[in-house]
Structure formats: structure tokens, C-alpha cells
């Protein structure tokens, strides 16, 4: 990409629903010119504008990280593990496991049987580790921004969600496309989606993949020592830490990083074991991402049915 190209990349990144003739007013270019760049980035694979979604909206309430180590064509099972809309992460890892998911559900009854399914349909799992998350210390990925304090506050009903299944794979779709993906009047369709967006209930944005701008990605797996709420709460203000979650399991809390080489990564993690209080530390090295966080493909939840 050349730095037009980024200066596109980073409005978009702000709000994926922004028009051609926004872009171009931004960054000093036809709107036939922004549509040229962002077209190629897209097709070239280096761009993708995502819908990203609160899951409790639609009644998930638990998620958790399946750690696993696989003997086999992890690749091959990481896309199996697509068609599953539980499955909202997946990537391969080099390390301690070689395939990382985030598994969605409405209760931890119904998180059980999701991975005793993904565990037991599959052959060649030698080991499966469950890390329940139970608190977020912090949220970055994947170009989502804060959500609103106190929550999103918005009723869902049939059309709502028909919309977010559309627009969770295209959010730039035009009202009229939607309108007439969806059979509905295209004023009603309108006046739905820019409340969806308003909300928060769904966001806009886009993600570079990061071979693209040459970053590393990993995960960090932690135990931690004494005082486990005061050390993640100082490791949240580490910039390079994009995603922080407490969890129950084996490891105490999981960390999603984004740093610019293996090495940085390497330093970073015995940054984390030298000046904070984490007893032990799993570095894993996120190879490939077939499914960015929160993309939900939805099924057919409806608030917590189905």
C-alpha cells in the first residue's frame, strides 16, 4: 500500500460505512479514484470491511478460548471449524497449541456441549484447553471502538436481526441493496440500519491484514501471581496488548498482541514476566486468521433463542 492507500485505510478504519465522495473530501481524491484504491485492496486481499457485532445482543452471552493442540492439517480443520457460527475467532498458532478459537454460547451449559461437539467430531486433538473468559480488561481488536458506557440499550425484533445478518458481511451495502436483499420498504430498511449503527449495536470497519503492514500478532496464555486484578489492570495500559481477558481454566487470563516482529513479540513477553506479576507465560505466534473477532455469521439466534 502507498500512503494514499493508508490514508484511506485509516478513515475507514474510524467508520466502514464511510462514501466514496467522504473518502475522497478526506484524503484529496475522486470519489472514482477512492472507489479504484479501495476496490483493489479489496480484491487483492489486503482490506476487509467488517460488521462487527455485540454478541449479547443476539443472547450470547459466554465466550471462552479453545486452546488446542491438533495432529494433523490444522489449516484443513480450522476451516472446518467455519461452517460452525458458534466459532466467532479462529486462527493456526505456532507454540504450546496450534489452533485458537473463541467459542460463543448463551450459558455455560450450552458453551459445554458447543466444544465437547468441536472435541469429539474431530479426530487427531491430542490435548484441548478451556479458557473461560469472565471479564474484559480491554478491547481493541479487530478496529472495534469502545463500546458505549452501560452497554448498547436497543430491542431486537425479526427485521433487526435480518439486517445484521446482511450487513455483518457488507456493511458498505447501499439502503436500496439492503432493501431489496431483505424485501422491505426501502424507508423502513433506512431508518433501521442507521439506528443499528447509532446504537452500537453493530459497528463499521476496516482491517488490514497484518502480513500487509508487515506486524506480528500473538497471544499470550498467563498465570498469574497474587494480586491478579491490579497486574492485568497495569498490563492493559501496554499498547501493544489490543486484547485482555480474565479467564477460568488453567491460564489465568489471555492477552491478544500486536507487535512488529517475532522478536518484539519475544520481548515483550519476558517484559511481561520481569515488570509485572505473571508467574508463567504460553507465547503463541498467530500464523493465519480465517475468522476476525466478533464477525458473526449469526445462525438463527434470535435474543438468546435458538
Not at 22 to 28: A, L, P, Q
Not at 71 to 76: E, I, L, V
Not at 234 to 254: C, F, S
Request: glycine share 8%; proline share 4%.
Amino acid at each position: 500500500m502507498d500512503d494514499s492507500d493508508r490514508e484511506i485505510v485509516q478513515l475507514l478504519r474510524g467508520d466502514g460505512r464511510l462514501s466514496f465522495v467522504e473518502i475522497g473530501r478526506g484524503v484529496g481524491m475522486s470519489p472514482d479514484a477512492v472507489r479504484a484504491r479501495l476496490n483493489r485492496l479489496v480484491d487483492e486481499g489486503m482490506l476487509r470491511v467488517l460488521g462487527i457485532i455485540d454478541p449479547s445482543l443476539l443472547g450470547y452471552h459466554v465466550l471462552a478460548t479453545l486452546a488446542l493442540e491438533y495432529r494433523g492439517d490444522s489449516t484443513a480443520f480450522a476451516s472446518r471449524l467455519r461452517e460452525s457460527h458458534a466459532v466467532t475467532y479462529l486462527a493456526t498458532a505456532l507454540g504450546e497449541f496450534n489452533v485458537i478459537c473463541e467459542v460463543a454460547a448463551t450459558d455455560d451449559d450450552d458453551l459445554s456441549s458447543r466444544i465437547q461437539r468441536i472435541v469429539s467430531e474431530t479426530s487427531g486433538i491430542a490435548r484441548a484447553e478451556v479458557l473461560r473468559n469472565v471479564e474484559i480488561y480491554k478491547w481493541e481488536g479487530s478496529g472495534a471502538r469502545p463500546r458505549p458506557a452501560g452497554g448498547i440499550a436497543i430491542d431486537l425484533d425479526d427485521l433487526d436481526v435480518l439486517l445484521l445478518r446482511n450487513l455483518v458481511d457488507d456493511p458498505r451495502t447501499s439502503y436500496r441493496d439492503l432493501a431489496e436483499r431483505v424485501e422491505h420498504p426501502y424507508s423502513q430498511v433506512r431508518r433501521r440500519t442507521i439506528r443499528l449503527f447509532e446504537s452500537g449495536a453493530i459497528q463499521a470497519s476496516a482491517v488490514v491484514e497484518p502480513s500487509v503492514e508487515r506486524l506480528t500478532i500473538g497471544l499470550f496464555c498467563l498465570e498469574l501471581g497474587r494480586d491478579a486484578g491490579a497486574t492485568l489492570k497495569a498490563i492493559a495500559d501496554e499498547p501493544e496488548i489490543k486484547v485482555l481477558a480474565r479467564t477460568l481454566g488453567t491460564y489465568e487470563a489471555t492477552a491478544e498482541v500486536t507487535v512488529s516482529s517475532p522478536l518484539a513479540l519475544a520481548n515483550l513477553a519476558g517484559r511481561l514476566r520481569t515488570d509485572f506479576d505473571v508467574a508463567r507465560i504460553s507465547t503463541l505466534l498467530l500464523t493465519h486468521r480465517p475468522i476476525l473477532p466478533a464477525q458473526w455469521r449469526l445462525g438463527s439466534v434470535l435474543k438468546g433463542q435458538g
